[in-house]
């Protein structure tokens, strides 16, 4: 062969090669195309229809943000990730909300007809007035479950609500539902609105849940009037308590729709209510025109856990909360009324680990402010004769009002708690009417506590406070506080009796704030009793123990401190001198 030819033909061979070494990466290219295809087409079928994948299976009760979770449109079980899409009702916003990014769609059910002689048994998708739709539950079911939308439903009248559940029982069974199901309906009464107004009934509805469709969360609330003239009405601890009466011995997950707008100021007992079980949770909802503030909202995210809470509501608003809630290090609009355990964070929720501080002036509040670190403040409030009534720092040289030691410490960076120390019965009024304006200004997000010794029942004695003067000028002022309630002194010569505390117990008894009885120490080492008694008293009720130097020396207040330490250090607290603080810690730590 020439050499032109073997020339030729190796040519012709490193072209082949080429080819070959071309159409390999064109054939890689086209499989990872392809891979790329069929994971977006997956990637879609997870976003919009997570019914039609193969195996996939979800309980109707199970949790709302674990579904969103194995879908993974959330990253975590936060409830403000949850998104939401009102009134999905007829079958035109029907296919906006299944079009929408909404997680979960929102529809109300009546019944066809409602309360006309055309009534009859079909759930329809309208809300009153509406007593026609162009859209059946049965309709509005097989259009949402080929989504991947969770489904709450509010039911708006008892004669809806059966033949509704049959219709979920039978879908459940014959194709599945894969998804959570919420059931709604207002059951009890609500702010500003009178008894005649029609409700869903409670009984009735609680118990076709159980009887026909039970695999469910239960969302039950209350029918509300929001009137902006009464724009601190709000729900009751009664309401809340009633409520609980009614659901306490379900076993299903229950959410409870919250006014928005009212939430805030009811706080205290729908945080009572989340701390009755793991499986409740509150839902936030909007009317359009309310006037729910960004600040009100994390308010309630900062004293609660995130998946406690979901954010039913409308832009701006929502926007503007989730912008700010999700800032890192922000401070914290804590509850003044709040345990001092889940504010200060100390180490093994011990409370000897929260230091305490007295001061007198204003060098010695100042002096504490740019030198500490953190802990409660105790301030004694009482009057100059230059001012009388007005709330001062009492033994100031000068005048050092309340209202000026109070501005100082809420604007220091540091997490400080309050401790109003009150001389006179007179001092109360005023001194919570201070509070009050702080809260109202929303300055007041740090622990505060209100301490008189009290007269009462076997203890009553001349020229302290009636106890239930105290309680009731508390509730009537400023009720977002712990009640610091104390014994006569001249009372304690025997220690802590059983008279004393029977009768202090059941004075605050069924309050609904945190309530810390104060101690002495040195009477405290004769009262092993009266310890038992009163840790036993409350889950809400904690213990603290004072012991200062013109109280003794620190071994004649040793005994008190120890019996007392013996257990529930979460609900012990021990204002001491500085070096009585330090011996203690040591004798604990040490022993």
């Given amino acids: 062969m020439s050499k032109h030819r073997k020339m030729e033909k190796r040519l012709v061979e490193k072209k082949e090669r080429c080819m070959s070494r071309q ?27 997570p019914g039609l994948l193969p195996g996939f299976t979800f309980p109707t009760d199970g949790d709302m943000q674990d579904y969103l979770l194995d879908l993974s449109l959330i990253q975590k079980k936060d409830g403000l990730l949850v998104s939401w899409y009102h009134s999905a009702n007829n079958k035109s916003e029907m296919e906006k909300a299944l079009k929408s990014d909404a997680m979960v769609l929102e529809a109300d059910v009546n019944i066809e007809g409602y309360n006309t002689d055309g009534q009859t048994s079909i759930p ?20 949402v479950l ?9 039911f708006k009248t008892i004669e809806s609500v059966g033949p509704s559940l ?3 029982k039978k879908k459940a069974l014959e194709s599945g539902i894969n998804r959570p199901v919420w059931l709604n309906a207002d059951i009890l009464h609500g702010p500003n609105v009178p008894g005649f107004i029609e409700v869903v009934n409670a009984t009735s509805f609680l118990n076709l849940i159980q009887e026909k469709f039970p695999n469910a969360t239960i969302s039950p609330g209350w029918q509300v009037l929001y009137v902006s003239l009464l724009p601190n009405k709000t729900y009751t601890r009664a309401m809340v308590e009633d409520m609980y009466e009614l659901l306490k011995n379900v076993t299903q997950k229950v959410t409870f729709p919250i006014r928005a707008v009212m939430g805030k100021n009811a706080w205290p007992h729908f945080k009572w209510l989340l701390e009755q079980s793991p499986s409740y949770s509150l839902t936030l909802w909007q009317e359009k025109d309310d006037p729910v503030t960004v600040e009100d909202l994390l308010f309630i995210r900062d004293n609660s856990q995130p998946d406690q809470i979901y954010y039913d509501i409308y832009d701006p608003v929502l926007s503007a909360f989730k912008e700010v809630a999700f800032q890192p290090n922000r401070s914290r609009r804590f509850y003044s009324g709040g345990n001092l355990i889940d504010y200060f964070k100390p180490r093994n929720s011990d409370g000897i680990y929260i230091q305490w501080h007295s001061i007198d002036n204003r060098i010695t ?21 230059s001012n009388p009534g007005v709330p001062t720092v009492d033994g100031s040289d000068v005048d ?36 009050k304006h702080l809260n109202e200004r929303k300055f007041l997000y740090n622990p505060t506590w209100i301490n008189m010794d009290v007269s009462y029942g076997r203890f009553a004695t001349p020229g ?22 104390g014994w006569p002194k001249e009372l304690l010569v025997q220690g802590y009796t059983k008279p004393l505390v029977e009768d202090m117990t059941s004075l605050f008894k069924g309050l609904w704030q945190e309530v810390s009885y104060q101690l002495q120490a040195v009477p405290l080492g004769k009262s092993l009793l009266a310890i038992q008694m009163l840790q036993q008293s409350s ?23 120890i019996l007392v330490r013996g257990r529930n250090t979460d609900k012990v607290f021990y204002n001491l001198h500085k070096d009585y603080s330090n011996n203690f810690a040591r004798d604990v730590f040490t022993s």
């Fill in 539 to 561: 889950p809400r009720h904690s213990l603290t123990v004072e012991h200062q130097l013109e109280q003794g020396s620190y071994m004649t207040g040793y005994k008190g401190l």
């Fill in 166 to 168: 049959d219709i979920l």
């Fill in 400 to 435: 050092f009002q309340l209202q000026e030691c109070l501005d100082l410490i809420l604007v220091s960076p540091k997490p400080w708690g309050i401790y109003l120390k009150i001389k006179s019965q007179e001092l109360l009024s005023p001194s919570l009417a201070l509070l």
């Fill in 146 to 154: 080929k989504s991947n939308k969770g489904i709450k439903l509010d």
């Fill in 365 to 385: 509040l100042m002096t504490l402010l740019k030198e500490g670190d953190s802990g409660m403040i105790v301030v004694p409030v009482g009057e100059t004769q």
């Fill in 23 to 49: 159409e390999c990466t064109m054939a890689v290219g086209i499989f990872v195309a392809v891979v790329l295809v069929v994971a977006t087409i997956f990637s879609m079928n997870r976003r919009f229809c």
């Fill in 124 to 143: 329809i998708m309208a809300h009153p007035p509406d007593i026609y739709s162009d859209n059946t539950l049965q309709e509005w079911l097989d259009a």
């Fill in 464 to 485: 302290y406070i009636g106890g239930d003067q105290f309680i009731k000028e508390i509730n009537k002022v400023f009720p977002y506080v712990t009640i610091a309630p």
